[in-house]
């Protein structure tokens, strides 16, 4: 019967999702097609609704306790030129990152760009979609000299067995960013991971911890050194530490 609940009450958030999606995209319609987002007062209008709506999302899930979550730090976030990785253990991690960020850019799954609830909203916030290699960098590094912060998922796609980087995070953190903070988040017991079903939900309170790590300053990082050596550098050092958290 608890299962039974639980999976009502999935159903029931997820739904609550989508209907903020669909309302969100009243306002998001008319961006994308007159491509309003190329000014950045309407970009920023964008990214504050996207920031407004998911936080009320996330505590909507609190508030019907579907999840409970600590998030501290996050007030050191979103400086000027700030490159942010975190581990990806679930489907929410990125509804956490933007909700507690605001005005973030975010590096996000190609594919949602075809997504009914979620395509306009990434097109009006001018959000990058992680497509082809060169272009993604080419972004990503615009973005960063330009002042924005950017968070980015190093694994590219959620955890499945361990934790895997790809070295693209670290190279657009040497060749454009001027700070670099790690986000470590833990999730207990383990759900919506890749390839699980929404509805295959555990009977008790899943345990949000997102953990702001120490931040690196990126242009005082191996200085000396060659940037392509800097970037390997960089890579088995954040690897390390994730290592080192034991997620």
Same mark, same amino acid.
């Given at each position: 019967? =608890?299962?039974?609940?639980?999976?009502?009450?999935?159903?029931?958030?997820?739904?609550?999702?989508?209907?903020?999606?669909?309302?969100?995209?009243?306002?998001?319609? #008319?961006?994308?097609? &007159?491509?309003? /987002?190329?000014?950045?007062?309407?970009?920023?209008?964008?990214?504050?609704?996207?920031?407004?709506?998911?936080?009320?999302?996330?505590?909507?899930?609190?508030?019907? =306790?579907?999840?409970?979550? @600590?998030?501290?730090?996050? @007030?050191?976030?979103?400086?000027?030129? /700030?490159?942010?990785?975190?581990?990806? %253990?679930?489907?929410?991690?990125?509804?956490? &990152?933007?909700?507690?960020?605001?005005?973030?850019?975010?590096?996000?799954?190609?594919?949602?760009?075809?997504?009914?609830?979620?395509?306009?909203?990434?097109?009006?916030?001018?959000?990058?979609?992680?497509?082809?290699? @060169?272009? +993604?960098?080419?972004?990503?590094?615009?973005?960063?000299?330009?002042?924005?912060?950017?968070?980015?998922? %190093?694994?590219?796609?959620?955890?499945?067995?361990?934790?895997?980087?790809?070295?693209?995070?670290?190279?657009?953190?040497?060749?454009?960013?001027?700070?670099?903070? #790690?986000?470590?988040?833990?999730?207990?017991?383990?759900?919506?991971?890749?390839?699980?079903?929404?509805?295959?939900?555990?009977?008790?309170?899943?345990?949000?911890? &997102?953990?702001?790590?120490?931040?690196?300053?990126?242009?005082?990082?191996?200085?000396?050194?060659?940037? %392509?050596?800097?970037?390997?550098? +960089?890579?088995?050092? +954040?690897?390390? &530490?994730?290592?080192?958290?034991?997620?």
């Amino acid at each position: 019967m =608890k299962l039974l609940f639980r999976r009502i009450l999935v159903g029931f958030l997820f739904a609550l999702f989508g209907l903020i999606c669909l309302v969100g995209n009243l306002v998001f319609i #008319p961006i994308v097609l &007159l491509n309003l /987002q190329r000014f950045k007062i309407v970009e920023n209008l964008a990214r504050d609704m996207i920031f407004i709506s998911w936080r009320s999302f996330i505590l909507a899930t609190k508030f019907f =306790k579907y999840l409970k979550f @600590e998030f501290d730090g996050y @007030e050191n976030l979103g400086k000027n030129s /700030q490159i942010i990785i975190a581990n990806h %253990p679930s489907l929410l991690d990125v509804v956490f &990152l933007i909700s507690h960020i605001r005005r973030a850019n975010c590096v996000v799954k190609s594919s949602l760009g075809q997504n009914l609830f979620l395509s306009l909203a990434i097109k009006a916030a001018n959000y990058i979609p992680n497509t082809q290699n @060169e272009l +993604l960098l080419e972004k990503a590094i615009k973005v960063l000299k330009n002042g924005e912060c950017l968070v980015i998922f %190093p694994e590219g796609t959620r955890t499945k067995d361990e934790i895997k980087f790809h070295k693209a995070a670290f190279y657009i953190a040497i060749n454009s960013a001027k700070i670099l903070t #790690p986000i470590a988040i833990n999730m207990q017991p383990k759900s919506l991971k890749k390839g699980e079903s929404w509805h295959n939900t555990p009977k008790n309170l899943i345990s949000y911890k &997102l953990s702001v790590l120490k931040s690196i300053d990126i242009t005082a990082f191996a200085s000396n050194r060659a940037n %392509p050596v800097r970037v390997r550098e +960089l890579y088995k050092m +954040l690897e390390n &530490l994730y290592k080192k958290e034991n997620l």
